[in-house]
DNA sequence: CGGCATCCGGGAAGATACTG
DNA sequence: CAGTATCTTCCCGGATGCCG
């Protein structure tokens, strides 16, 4: 005898009319966010978001997951035969958190425990392009960079001091590092030298490597907060 | 014999270099962006956090500024004799936080399950005057409302096309409202006449009333987001 | 193997009572 | 008034197992 669905949302809801606290009761429970963040440049299949949710259990991503498709943030797709998987995808309004993410990380990234040194998936990375991209050091220089992230390509456009990051094409691309994200913030972030990287082996540059020389200078953390103690 | 607080958080964090998930150790706990508005507008004592803060028990609102407090986030402050009474406010970075709930609540108020009609905190409803102005609308208007919530007074000021919203001062107001968040909610965002209000006791105008019939006009909720099913 | 249900241990959240 | 102590409930995380 098969179970009705009684799921029957108790739900713990804050019961706020303000926007913020509903914002919560949307993406606020654990992982909720980081499963959204991995949707930000395209659909994605199960297995490919556990592995790079770092630590999420198989039950918790289901949960996450219904959720979001509960309150329109995710919608669920069959990719048409042969290939007849099934994806996760942000829907319109979904996609429009994307400030969320400008604005959280940015803020957080002057935290003093802020360590950018630590994992962090091809789609951070990606997203940390946005965030930290200065456009005044940029100027009017125009490339475009592609990486190649566990075989998958992510292209950076930079052009008329604006950036576009996305999965995506990268024939095109001045400049081609097949590597893996960390690598990427050691060199954007925490500007280790190139050739040190190269010579450990996990970077392989492709095309002209100075493009990403100046690249790498088009960003920088924000300085970290300087606090105040309590007395 | 005395436990030593071996507190040695073992914590759940993410682990993550993202920004956002980095934001989301500091403030992803429940209740802990909400403890955070709260004080947006000031320091506040921990009695008046939890009469706001509706639903939060003492031992989590105590946990959650602990945990602010060693982030950074919060400062502990005792004020001077003959108060002498503790209070809880944000430090210089903490403050920034707000973009990330101007962002979030613009967000969250085009889900198709936000009610503004729920229950909502004084504090809350002045800064969605933040979020929810319309410049273009408030055009060269210039205007003081005052607040008075609970015997406390806040103050809007409108000129030259921007906003401010904080606690204090309203002997200048042009019009003074004694009344109390949601039903300010209701005239604002829910468009609710105002005679009706006032017939139903809840407000009380002090002041010139025409003065708010145009305050209310610069502010509306976005349009709700229109969903796509999964199929 | 991908997607999901189920069971279980630990820990965080919620409610209430109690103390200085 | 400002928390602490205690108890219960529920969520999270890990493991296992089912089924297409």
Known sequence: ????????????????????????????????????RELMLGPRRFGDLRKDLHGISAN??????????????????????????????????????????????????????????????????????????????????????GFVFDETDFRVEIAQGRLEARRGEIKDADVVLVTHPQAVAAAVYGKAPLNALEAQGDWVVRGDARVFERFVDFFHLPEKAVLEASP
Chains 1, 2 share one sequence.
């Open 60 to 145: 918790v991503l289901t949960q996450r997951l219904e959720g979001l498709e509960a309150s329109g943030v995710v919608r669920r797709r069959r990719l048409p035969p042969p290939a007849s998987v099934q994806v996760y995808e942000l829907t319109d309004w979904g996609r429009e958190i994307e400030p969320v993410f400008i604005v959280l990380g940015r803020w957080a990234a002057r935290s003093p425990s802020h360590d950018p040194t630590l994992p962090i998936s091809a789609v951070s990375i990606m997203l940390s392009f946005k965030t930290m991209f200065d456009p005044a050091r940029a100027g009017e220089a125009a490339m475009v960079v």
């Open 1 to 36: 005898m098969k179970l009705e669905k009684v799921t029957a949302k108790p739900a713990r809801r804050y019961h706020d009319a303000c926007g913020a606290a509903h914002g919560l009761d949307l993406i606020g429970e654990r992982w909720a966010l980081l499963v959204v």
